[in-house]
């Protein structure tokens, strides 16, 4: 056989292979699909009936994915003694875990290893060549030449078949330890503009199975930056019970019937047969949306949540946004060079993300009285007993503007991406740790919890 014919027969084997493992990108549900119930892991798993962690980690590549690591650091090195009863760290009383882009990696590996995050992530994932190992892939591998010219195999494959290899070392999401928070990674759907989170309620809208999806799969989708990476697939697999959304509800604010239309987006299989999924930051860049959104469909009633997710009991959440967000390079206006594809790229990505941002926390911030009002009354409705009306909400914000100068500036222009220099990596997870060891409100969240 002559060289030439072996490359072309090597090549129609891999375009044959790869087009395969696209349709396959996610099941369809069958009977025996095994079930991720969020309820029911609180329940049977160790939560902490009074106190509640929420955490959401912010898009920024591995600015944020090290930022996002030393933050966990410094909850696991924070003890409280609950009740003056017994002592525990706060990382253990984190419930749920809300991410995007950058952030999903830390997420991802902690919901999967637990404490080998601080064993083994910054040597999977914070200090690796990854960049340029997949530059590498890219450009120099043969073989991956003929799998992009099949058509059905993109950069973000090649992207998800590393990720899971090396960093997720080939678990799905039925591998996420059932003690583990609730780890909810987001995407973007770039038709509908809707935030998509790799979670068993929104699959069931794709009458699919998450249990058997690759977790490094969902990471990519989460961290796939337009143009840089293509678009992730999925299936929106038809012949499944609808899934039931409260289509009758009076909404009186206009998100809440944004969001309902946008879900019903899902349900429509001929119109919308494929999700094509982005970086979650392009829909919400703090991972607090998704969070929200978990609330507006149980008619925005914070009890309700409570209730649906079996936390009646819950006398304090804590709320911690962690935000590793970029800021603008001044330096480009000092020159009447045009500045480089990257450099638009990262200024358009960093005005968009700092303008929502802001409306977000707004969001986050008003809607707290009328939760913790809500908790109070619905508990006390349905539990008369004493203490029914005892609960609190703890807000937060850990951002590099609360590190002081010149430290907050150095850090905030550290570049968003998959690679960067160890003592960049050494900073960022040392500024997280020093944030929850110097937030006001965590420290006062200790001290009432004790």
């Not at 800021?327 to 990505?349: D, F, G, R, V």
Request: proline letters at 4%.
């Amino acid at each position: 056989m002559s060289i030439r014919l072996f490359l072309t027969c090597l090549g129609m084997t891999l375009l044959m292979a790869c087009a395969s493992n696209q349709r396959l990108a996610n099941q369809p549900l069958s009977d025996s699909a095994k079930k991720l119930s969020v309820p029911e892991r609180f329940e049977t798993y160790g939560h902490n009936d009074d106190v509640t962690i929420i955490l959401t980690f912010s898009g920024g590549g591995t600015r944020a994915a090290a930022f996002a690591y030393g933050v966990m650091k410094g909850l696991k090195d924070t003890p409280v003694q609950l009740n003056s009863q017994h002592q525990v760290d706060l990382l253990t009383l984190v419930d749920i875990i809300s991410s995007v882009s950058g952030g999903s990696f830390t997420a991802a590996y902690y919901g999967l290893f637990g404490d080998q995050l601080f064993s083994d992530f910054e040597a999977d994932f914070l200090k690796t060549t990854l960049q340029s190992r997949l530059a590498r892939r890219l450009l120099i591998n043969p073989i991956n030449w003929f799998r992009f010219m099949s058509g059905g195999f993109s950069r973000s494959d090649l992207t998800t078949q590393y990720y899971q290899k090396h960093i997720f070392k080939g678990k799905t999401f039925a591998d996420m330890r059932p003690d583990a928070p609730w780890i909810m990674i987001n995407a973007t759907d770039v038709a509908t503009g809707a935030g998509f989170t790799f979670s068993d309620d929104h699959f069931r809208w794709l009458c699919s199975e998450l249990a058997s999806f690759p977790v490094g799969k969902a990471v990519t989708a989460s961290s796939a930056v337009p143009v840089l990476f293509s678009p992730v697939m999925l299936q929106n697999h038809a012949g499944c019970q609808p899934f039931v959304y409260q289509d009758q509800m009076v909404y009186d604010d206009v998100r809440y019937k944004h969001h309902a239309l946008k879900i019903r987006h899902f349900r429509n299989k001929q119109q919308h047969p494929y999700l094509h999924l982005v970086d979650g930051g392009v829909a919400d860049n703090l991972g607090v949306r998704a969070l929200l959104n978990q609330i507006y469909v149980q008619d925005d009633d914070f009890w309700q949540a409570l209730k649906a997710y079996r936390l009646t009991s819950t006398k304090k959440v804590l709320f911690v946004v962690v935000n590793a967000a970029a800021t603008l390079n001044p330096a480009l206006s000092l020159s009447a060079k045009t500045p480089s594809a990257a450099q638009t790229l990262n200024a358009a990505t960093t005005i968009q993300s700092q303008n929502y941002n802001a409306d977000t926390l707004d969001l986050l911030e008003l809607s707290v009285p009328k939760w913790t009002e809500q908790v109070k009354q619905g508990r006390c409705a349905e539990f008369l007993v004493e203490g029914c009306d005892e609960f609190a909400f703890y807000v937060t914000e850990l951002n590099f503007s609360h590190i002081g100068e010149p430290g907050s500036s150095e850090l905030a222009a550290i570049e968003t991406a998959l690679q960067l220099p160890h003592d960049e990596v050494d900073q960022l997870i040392a500024a997280g740790q020093q944030l929850v060891r110097e937030s006001a409100v965590i420290q006062q969240f200790i001290v009432d919890v004790q």
